[in-house]
């Protein structure tokens, strides 16, 4: 384990490094999906009820959900970015099987040991 190429080559560490980046991809699209939609139902509540106090404090709460909602898609891209700045070239084979879970040579493997 003296080089990363080689800890990151490594079918155990593949496979943990797989399953983050499909977590993180799941998240990056569901949060600011789900986010959305909620407020989207919160305003059309709000719309119904023909009350201008609530409308808009729904549409307030809409906007704030947008914007954390495109923060959360946004974090693990200025994460990513960091790290490819900052690891050296060794790891970035590491940084690849998280940021693109659905290509490369970064598949789930069943030969651990």
């Given amino acids: 384990m003296g080089s990363a190429q080689g800890f990151c080559s490594e079918a155990a560490v593949t496979n943990i490094l797989y399953l983050v980046g499909i977590v993180v991809a799941v998240i990056r699209i569901a949060v600011p999906v789900i986010l959305i939609v909620i407020g989207m139902v919160d305003l059309v509540k709000a719309i119904t009820s023909q009350d201008d106090k609530q409308i808009k404090q729904a549409t307030t709460l809409l906007i704030k959900r947008v914007v954390i ?16 700045v900052i690891a050296q070239d060794d790891y970035k084979s590491c940084i690849t099987c998280v940021t693109n879970v659905w290509g490369g ?4 493997k069943n030969d651990v040991n």
């Fill in 105 to 108: 040579d970064c598949s789930w």
């Fill in 69 to 84: 909602g495109v923060v959360v898609f946004l974090v693990p891209t200025i994460v990513t970015l960091l790290m490819k």
